[in-house]
């Protein structure tokens, strides 16, 4: 199983960005999604998730501006990230649990740098 993220790059205050993470090798229909991020000197945080039955969840510091989804039939999960802040720069990851295990798989990170 393989974890493709993509869609980081550089954006001014206020813009958007969509992260898409592919897996390949398995369905996603089997897994539990989310996006992790990681900035420069900190730990890696968990900025949401959703489950099979597409219940999200969403860290304080996004929930509003961040949307995750899925779409089953083409295996990518996405991340909407709408009125980036500077202090959204970081690496994204993408991380996958393979339902009822201990199984995870993490995608290898997209940089998201927020800069005027």
């Known amino acids: 199983v393989q974890l493709q993220a993509s869609g980081g790059g550089s954006v001014q205050p206020g813009g958007s960005l969509r992260l898409s993470c592919a897996i390949t090798?398995?369905?996603?229909?089997?897994?539990?999604m989310a996006w992790h991020r990681q900035a420069p000197g900190k730990q890696r945080e968990l900025v949401a998730d959703i489950t099979r039955g597409l219940n999200s969840n969403y860290a304080a510091s996004v929930k509003g501006r961040f949307s995750i989804s899925r779409d089953d039939a083409k295996n990518t999960v996405y991340l909407q990230m709408n009125s980036l802040k500077p202090e959204d720069t970081a690496v994204y990851y993408c991380r996958a649990q393979r339902m009822g295990t201990a199984t995870v798989y993490w995608g290898q990170g997209t940089k998201v740098t927020v800069s005027s």
């Open positions: 090798g398995d369905i996603l229909g089997r897994y539990y």
